[in-house]
DNA sequence: GCGCGAAAGTTGACACCGTCTACCGACAAT
DNA sequence: ATTGTCGGTAGACGGTGTCAACTTTCGCGC
């Protein structure tokens, strides 16, 4: 537990780093603990001394991909400017898309654990969802039209799903039959990033819809 | 014997009943081939005549959530103008999402079968993908700014997913600390739309958008 | 040094699961 | 009457998660 007991939680790391490599080569539904505790030599038992269940491991590494995604839109070019700044944290978060695809594709997993069973994990999520939120609220307040918080949350998952969606298209094999040039399939997902500028830049169509009110 | 009375190809369908209600009652992967059987009352390897595996029932009834999502996207109230039909596309969308959760559900859970062994669930979901993007081509095509094909597809799937994220968020219980009036939570999916609206009728950066107040 | 108690690891069992194989009755066509 | 297919049954195999009991290891107060 302490810091000093080095040693003691190797085999923790050791299934977690396992672990990460058995998804990669085999997918997360085929993950087992037992395949796990057999690569790395030990009972099949072991790494229930680590983790509670096969859960709780998932949990885990689920929440690490949540930080490590965290830290890299905590490095994104900084600018005062809101929008640039928004658009930076953009381009943070394509950039770890494709160098980390793996966790990212985590993140995303809907065969997560439950999530009130794994506070941590919900913890880190809401976290760096909160980073993207932070930059879409100043992004409305700069321009002077501060949003409420359930609005917010609204406009903050538009522009985390659009995101999302790009860059998850890059992944599937849905476009290998157009074979586009490599250097289209790196705009795509900043397509994807100046359309959502587009739309939070521009107001939302003031007339068109049945009631609009509360800006 | 006991639901053998009927005929001859009853089990099939009583088997994806089941099999949907066990889904949601306990989630898609605690599904298991032996409960449908224990639940219908026949032998654990009855399902197998009628399903070469667990994921070839499971590809059936995705095949079907996006056979009948299709069908709700075709049944739109229609219209001339592209603007408008697209709109209402999405209004549609929304209406298919909560109006049966549990298919929308399944035809974005990541725990598919491996697609290319279930050659007709992925005809289905490209069938219901190529609506959504026959909508947004129309409405470029009627800007006078006809759009290429992998362009076409990345709009197609801005706005699929946009919407996506927005209906799941309505879905998950990230909402419920917010307690928001049932009429926001009405609104939301609509509100993304609206967005989706002002992304498409602002042409990219690039060049600034020739007046089109088509609404 | 010693002893001890907790932690880490092992072994074994249990109840599931998917799925392969073999068997069996009904029934249709030859 | 024979044959074959179809839908269903029964049993087995290897795999899984995880509970329980056991043994080993190791840090720490004495």
Redesign the interface.
């Known amino acids: 537990m302490t810091a000093a007991s080095g040693r003691a939680e190797d085999l923790r790391e050791a299934c977690i780093a396992q672990a990460l490599h058995i998804i990669d080569e085999i997918g997360l539904?085929r993950l087992s603990m037992r395949d796990v505790a057999r690569r790395l030599g030990v009972s099949h038992q072991a790494p229930y001394k680590h983790f509670k269940s096969r859960d709780h491991i998932l949990a885990e590494i689920i929440r690490r991909a949540f930080d490590d995604f965290a830290d890299a839109l905590r490095a994104r070019v900084r600018s005062d400017n809101p929008a640039a700044d928004f658009y930076a944290m953009g381009v943070a978060y394509i950039a770890f898309a494709q160098a980390r695809p793996l966790y990212y594709r985590l993140m995303?997993?809907?065969?997560l654990p439950e999530?009130e069973q794994h506070p941590q994990m919900m913890i880190s999520a809401r976290c760096a969802y909160g980073l993207l939120r932070d930059g879409v609220q100043v992004l409305f307040a700069a321009r002077g039209s501060p949003l409420s918080?359930?609005?917010l949350?609204?406009?903050a998952?538009?522009a985390?799903?659009?995101l999302?969606?790009?860059v998850?298209?890059l992944r599937t094999?849905?476009?290998t039959p157009?074979d586009?040039a490599p250097q289209?399939r790196q705009r795509?997902a900043h397509?994807?990033l100046?359309?959502?500028?587009?739309?939070?830049l521009?107001?939302?169509?003031a007339?068109?819809?049945p009631e609009e009110d509360a800006q």
Chains 1, 2 share one sequence.
Do not use: K, V, Y
Not at 194 to 200: P, V
Not at 202 to 205: S, V
């Open positions: 539904e995303f997993a809907s065969t999530p918080p359930s609005e949350d609204l406009e998952l538009f985390w799903s659009s999302h969606g790009s998850s298209l094999d849905a476009l157009l586009l289209t795509l397509h994807a100046d359309r959502i500028g587009a739309a939070f521009l107001t939302p169509p007339a068109a819809p």
